[in-house]
């Protein structure tokens, strides 16, 4: 049986003329783009000169870079701590704000706030925070009697990305959840108030396992965003002659590109990273189908 309405005649035209200029962006600014970084991960290329083909020979090379190595571990690194950190505390900012207090709309968009934010902008700000002579942080911890420290150097660099990441982070978390956490019946909860459940049995027996399509949901979108982390890590990180204090898989392709101008092997290394994350999904989506429980 047939649903819905479907376009006829004129109808049809005026849906496919709407839909162009969506079509021509998804053709020639995705597709276009993906078919364009595969052929050029088989060349040598330094933007002047016509590209030369190279065979697997930038793919071959990947093994053998040191600086690669070190940026894949530290993608790993941070993908480990900030996710996590995304799903766990946004999941507890929806539960907070998810109830009936005076102002709570006003919270929700402090909340959200750093997601509309400009990241250029942000980081900026962050950096003033940062800072090891003048930022704010080390400002207070002498104001207690501490020693400051060099916040976005090598030794606590991670924790400092990590702090910001997940502070831009939150808004979106809190929305995908909230929207999870209004879908659950209240009647579940009625229920279990009549049979003595406390709050926190209700949160752990009725509420997470009822919002796991949320977090799975989120998990999915914050490891894609892990490895995609770039903005925050290249305002507050760069060094000089395009070098970073915690360089990441990202960074490295940037610096490849447009530092040495190695546009062959900046290619081969997005579709080393793009690998790793189509197996990082397809692992989450054969674990969704154990513990992701839908009405």
Not at 85 to 92: H, M, P, R
Request: proline share 4%; glycine share 8%.
């Amino acid at each position: 049986m047939d649903y819905g309405l479907k376009p006829l005649g004129r109808e049809k035209l005026s849906l496919w003329l709407m839909l162009t200029p969506t079509l021509i962006g998804l053709v020639f600014g995705v597709l276009g783009s993906i078919a364009a970084t595969i052929a050029l991960s088989f060349t040598h290329w330094d933007l002047l000169t016509p590209p030369k083909w190279a065979g697997v020979a930038n793919f071959i090379a990947l093994f053998n870079d040191p600086k690669l190595a070190k940026a894949l571990t530290n993608t790993f690194q941070f993908s480990l701590l900030y996710v996590p950190c995304v799903v766990v505390v946004s999941l507890l900012v929806a539960v907070l704000l998810n109830r009936k207090i005076r102002g709570v709309s006003i919270f929700r968009t402090i909340y959200f706030l750093p997601a509309v934010t400009s990241a250029v902008a942000t980081a900026l700000v962050w950096n003033m925070i940062y800072g090891k002579d003048t930022g704010i942080l080390n400002y207070i911890i002498e104001l207690f009697g501490g020693k400051g420290i060099c916040w976005l150097c090598t030794d606590n660099v991670l924790l400092a990305l990590i702090i910001v990441n997940v502070w831009g982070a939150i808004g979106e978390g809190m929305i995908i959840f909230l929207a999870g956490l209004t879908a659950v019946p209240r009647e579940y909860y009625e229920a279990a108030m009549l049979d003595g459940a406390g709050g926190s049995q209700q949160f752990f027996h009725i509420t997470l396992p009822l919002v796991t399509p949320s977090i799975f949901f989120q998990t999915l979108m914050s490891t894609i965003n892990a490895f995609q982390a770039y903005d925050y890590i290249y305002m507050l990180t760069r060094r000089g002659q395009g070098d970073s204090s915690f360089p990441v898989v990202v960074y490295s392709i940037y610096r490849n590109a447009w530092t040495f101008f190695n546009y062959g092997g900046a290619s081969a290394q997005a579709i080393e990273l793009a690998i790793f994350v189509i197996l990082l999904m397809a692992f989450y989506f054969w674990l969704e189908k154990r513990y992701v429980v839908y009405e």
